[in-house]
């Protein structure tokens, strides 16, 4: 593929940019930006023809955007046990 930056490594810059604003404690920054890096990674399979991996991806990204809602609401329960 003659792209000039690959799609695997936007997702990979997008990660790591994802735990930078997590390790800061910007959760709301940093579920969206995993949101964007979860988009091109379904993107890469299915230009890969991943279908099972997509799948998977849509269904992690799901779970996040329904974390992500529940802690925008305040109903997330913060345990470390």
Same mark, same amino acid.
């Given at each position: 593929?003659?792209? %000039?930056?690959? %799609?695997?490594?936007?997702g990979?810059?997008?990660?790591?940019?994802?735990?930078?604003?997590?390790?800061?404690? $910007?959760?709301?920054?940093?579920? #969206?930006?995993?949101? #964007?890096? /979860?988009?091109?990674?379904?993107? #890469?399979?299915?230009?890969?023809? /991943?279908?099972?991996?997509?799948v998977?991806?849509?269904?992690?990204?799901?779970l996040?955007?329904?974390?992500? %809602? @529940?802690?925008? $609401?305040?109903?997330?329960? @913060?345990?470390?046990?």
């Amino acid at each position: 593929m003659g792209e %000039i930056i690959p %799609i695997g490594i936007i997702g990979g810059i997008l990660l790591i940019i994802g735990a930078y604003f997590t390790y800061k404690g $910007n959760i709301y920054k940093s579920m #969206l930006v995993y949101l #964007l890096a /979860d988009v091109i990674w379904v993107l #890469l399979s299915f230009l890969h023809q /991943d279908y099972l991996g997509a799948v998977l991806i849509i269904i992690g990204a799901s779970l996040g955007v329904l974390a992500f %809602i @529940k802690m925008h $609401n305040g109903t997330f329960r @913060k345990t470390l046990i």
